[in-house]
């Protein structure tokens, strides 16, 4: 089975804090995905990487970054946290190479609170 | 751009009802179509999928879906429902790119009462 650890299941940080986020995947996936996830808004894509060292925005990428220096590894870094950033941040992976028709597998999330 | 709507934000029912969950998409090309189930503090889990051919899926668990072209739809049933069943469900649309970037509805959560 596809494994998708996330390190923290929940986290308190104060505000202006540097946050580090991490998700390792145990496939061999060439892409991962950060999205977070909000009551009524469901998942919405931060980033996304295709390869190691390789990303792209997703549609709400302000006040965040990513690092794939490693293949099983993807990490989302918030530089200085704000209380809106409060949310469950969610890591995928997924093999790619197939055109879409192959499904993301999901880690349990981290749920962040910023105080 | 693509973009998902779940109708629903809410469904309530009661134990053994039926039940439908209401997907529709927008898309000028042709895509690929997910249900996500997540489950109290879990994470996404792939209930079913469609790609191609039989326009009726099923999942192990009893739920079907059917894709249909021309409204756009990719609604979710379930003939009885457990409790069990309570949980989030989410509706997604993938852009047949290699980067397997997925763009999801807001969800529908699903209460089964006894």
């Known amino acids: 089975d596809v494994k998708v650890t996330q390190s923290s299941r929940y986290l308190v940080k104060r505000t202006g804090e540097k946050v580090f986020l991490e998700c390792v995947q145990d496939?061999?996936?060439?892409?991962m995905f950060w999205y977070r996830q909000d009551p009524g808004l469901g998942l919405r894509l931060i980033y996304f990487?295709?390869?190691?060292?390789?990303?792209e925005k997703g549609d709400i990428p302000e006040g965040y970054s990513v690092s794939r220096e490693k293949k099983e590894r993807f990490s989302l870094i918030l530089e200085s946290a704000s209380t809106n950033q409060t949310s469950m941040y969610l890591c995928?992976?997924?093999?790619?190479?197939?055109?879409?028709?192959?499904?993301?597998?999901f880690g349990q999330g981290t749920r962040l609170t910023v105080v | 751009a693509q973009s998902v709507t779940q109708l629903d934000s809410q469904v309530p029912v009661f134990e053994e009802a039926p039940v439908e969950l209401r997907c529709n998409y927008s898309?000028?090309?042709?895509?690929?179509l997910f249900w996500y189930v997540q489950y109290p503090n879990q994470g996404l889990q792939l209930l079913l999928k469609y790609l191609s051919g039989s326009t009726l899926v099923e999942s192990i668990n009893g739920f079907e879906a059917e894709f249909n072209k021309s409204q756009t739809s990719f609604h979710l049933r379930k003939p009885s429902v457990h409790i069990s069943d309570t949980a989030e469900y989410f509706c997604a649309v993938s852009e047949g790119s290699n980067t397997d970037k997925l763009i999801f509805g807001t969800g529908t959560r699903l209460q089964v009462f006894p």
């Open positions: 496939m061999d996936h060439e892409n």
């Open positions: 898309s000028s090309v042709s895509v690929y």
């Open positions: 995928a992976s997924s093999p790619g190479g197939a055109g879409g028709r192959i499904e993301a597998f």
């Open positions: 990487s295709y390869d190691v060292k390789m990303k």
